[in-house]
């Protein structure tokens, strides 16, 4: 069995979730442009067939526009507000086998503990400095490669995990 203890800090953690956040931006914007495109249609429309219903067509789309601007300024304050749960920071412990992988997440006086198959992995992303483990396509568990005790026990991991070096 290999383990290995990632501490992150409270700055870490905000650095983590900001880069999550960053990868959403091109969505957001995709939604706030199809809300312009519907509200100039509507107002296009409604100019040219004098029709009320277009009204509606118009409320949508600064509906879909204002969602999209929510979601583009909101949720950096939100994920910034949010890591104040971090505040001591977090300690991730993993422990790899062959067939299967736990996290134990400690933050405080909370832990919580899961256990894995590697099958059940959905996306792994892979920096110089870490590897984010994503057991869903939300939430990710991220794993310091200069946490391991030995360049063989990383070695191992990446063979568990199917990454190549």
Do not use: H, W
Not at 71 to 91: A, E, Q
Not at 95 to 110: I, P, R, T, Y
Request: charged letters at 25%.
């Amino acid at each position: 069995m290999i383990t290995n203890e990632s501490i992150y800090t409270q700055e870490e953690c905000l650095i983590s979730a900001m880069s999550q956040y960053k990868k959403r931006i091109p969505l957001f914007i995709i939604v706030i442009l199809l809300g312009l495109l519907v509200v100039i249609s509507s107002i296009i429309l409604l100019i040219a067939t004098n029709n009320p219903d277009m009204g509606l067509l118009l409320a949508l789309g600064v509906f879909i526009v204002a969602l999209g601007a929510i979601m583009l300024i909101y949720l950096p304050k939100r994920v910034k507000k949010g890591n104040m749960i971090f505040k001591n920071g977090v300690k991730y412990l993993y422990s790899f086998e062959e067939n299967k992988f736990s996290v134990a997440c400690k933050m405080d006086k909370s832990v919580s503990k899961q256990e894995f198959t590697y099958d059940q992995i959905v996306k792994k992303d892979v920096t110089k400095d870490e590897i984010r483990i994503f057991p869903n396509k939300y939430n990710f568990y991220p794993l310091k490669l200069s946490s391991f005790k030995s360049e063989e026990d990383k070695n191992k991991v990446f063979k568990y995990l199917k990454i190549e070096d």
